[in-house]
């Protein structure tokens, strides 16, 4: 039986962050009453006049650096012509062949792959080439009630940046990964929220199957309008199926735009795929080009440290696993709480797994995220230092830790007010642990006898006298030295 291969591409569609639309004044902010976010520009009306945002030919250079691209030195705007209720002008200004930035690629850590395919990466460290970054125009936004239909102009002439790939992915996972560290890379750079949900990050997915061994692509089907990795992941699994039995079948595949119906767990045929020529583009004659080498001059300082960057150093400089150094620079915004934690501190490997296991669940119970943490992140630095120094134990940390996350304050003064501090005194805890020795001869001939879990027991047992501040370690050494 033939083995075939899957070929995947992504178009990702990014809006910017900017304040106002590509082309008019309008506002961009997200959830707005339908239709108050217009004006003659974005709504198409005839003899308006489009002028250029500065801010969005800025964040999609940016893009272009963090990503590696080559900056074109010249870039102009076209017209995509083509009918559709929610593109108000029955054209799209877009860029066709003088795109602002082209090449470059996106690099897959393995933090990116779906959990359960972490352990089996077909390709580790690949990186995704790029074919190109255009700057376009968004469409409108229509909604389907049953019998009738409605469309929200408020989204039509926002900033959109294309990102396309080469059909260079070879699994669904790879996809998910792709957008993933895509997503990640944009959050630092601060040029989109990428929120799915809010339809700031969108993909269209051309994948194709083939022969192992073979070369040539199959025929490539689009997965249209996808808002979601995990959905992604589902619909190319299921696409790549399809085309698969249709090949071994003897069917014919044809180009296609394809739906997907998460319910279902398939995809559906919309229409047949369009070409280039399909589109009619030719230059926008409302709009001059643009020359890019003042903007790229000012943009590149502008370059943010990269995720990939940020996991290096914190492996190099603070002692991280590369486990916990992707975790950590996974969110930005966590990255920067345990830097300032950890920040000159000697423990930063104790207040990493703080961070990771403590607070991460404590701010998952209270339903708030890392930017509303009532706990400031100096203080876990100090709560690690008094666990490392023996003045308290794990028990006893973990009681101060909720007290520090109730309440805002420092360890020091938890541990002080409660009079929680570990009894490292060593002639107190031999008198509590001739008393111990003395209670139990059972425990105790049993340790001399060669049971060495009878030293826990014992060691409890100092520890109840000790109303448990009593220092364990201690109390251990002390008890093997008085029985050995």
């Known amino acids: 039986m033939i083995e075939y291969e899957a070929v995947i591409g992504l178009e990702v569609h990014v809006q910017l962050k900017t304040r106002s639309k590509m082309f008019c004044a309008c506002p961009t902010g997200f959830g707005a009453e339908p239709n108050t976010h217009t004006c003659p520009v974005c709504l198409g009306m005839p003899g308006s006049l489009p002028v250029l945002n500065e801010g969005a030919i800025r964040l999609t250079v940016l893009t272009g650096l963090m990503l590696g691209c080559r900056i074109a030195p010249e870039s102009k705007w076209d017209r995509k012509n083509y009918f559709y209720p929610d593109m108000p002008k029955n054209y799209q200004i877009s860029q066709y062949d003088m795109p602002l930035c082209v090449e470059g690629g996106v690099p897959l850590p393995d933090s990116a792959y779906p959990k359960d395919a972490q352990k089996s990466i077909a390709r580790p460290g690949h990186h995704v080439p790029l ?15 049953g019998t009738n239909s409605g469309i929200d102009f408020n989204r039509a002439g926002t900033p959109l940046m294309e990102i396309v790939t080469q059909p260079d992915m070879t699994s669904p996972e790879e996809a998910f990964a792709f957008l993933t560290s895509l997503r990640q890379i944009l959050l630092y750079g601060g040029v989109s929220d990428a929120d799915m949900e809010k339809g700031q990050l969108r993909c269209d997915c051309n994948v194709s199957v083939r022969p192992v061994g073979e070369t040539a692509l199959g025929t490539k089907i689009e997965i249209k309008n996808m808002n979601s990795t995990s959905a992604i992941r589902r619909a190319l ?22 739906g997907w119906d998460d319910d279902a767990g398939a995809t559906f045929p919309m229409r047949s795929k369009e070409m280039a020529h399909d589109y009619r583009y030719f230059p926008d004659p409302d709009l001059l080009s643009v020359r890019t080498a003042s903007i790229v001059a000012e943009v590149t300082p502008q370059v943010p440290e990269l995720p990939a960057a940020k996991r290096a150093r914190f492996v190099r400089n603070y002692g991280v696993s590369e486990y916990d150094a992707s975790v950590l620079a996974d969110d930005l915004a966590l990255a920067a709480y345990f830097e300032s934690a950890a920040r000159g501190s000697s423990r930063a490997k104790s207040v990493a797994n703080w961070i990771l296991n403590d607070l991460a669940s404590a701010l998952s119970s209270a339903g708030t995220g890392i930017a509303d943490c009532p706990l400031p992140p100096a203080h876990l630095d100090g709560l690690a230092e008094l666990v490392e120094s023996g003045r308290i134990n794990g028990r006893q940390a973990k009681e101060v830790f909720a007290e520090m996350f109730a309440s805002g304050k420092n360890a020091h003064d938890i541990v002080k007010e409660r009079g929680l501090e570990q009894v490292s005194d060593t002639g107190e805890i031999e008198a509590l642990a001739d008393e111990v020795i003395a209670a139990n001869p059972k425990p105790v001939a049993d340790f001399r006898a060669g049971d060495a879990k009878s030293l826990n027991f014992l060691t409890g047992q100092v520890m109840k006298l000790s109303k448990g501040k009593a220092n364990p370690k201690v109390a251990g050494e002390i008890l093997t030295r008085k029985l050995t």
Not at 249 to 254: D, I, K, P, Y
């Open 131 to 145: 074919v190109r970054i255009h700057l376009e125009e968004d469409v409108a936004k229509s909604f389907h009630f």
């Open 237 to 258: 699994a299921h696409e790549i199926v399809r085309q698969t039995e249709v090949r071994r079948a003897g069917g014919e595949l044809r180009q296609e735009t394809r």
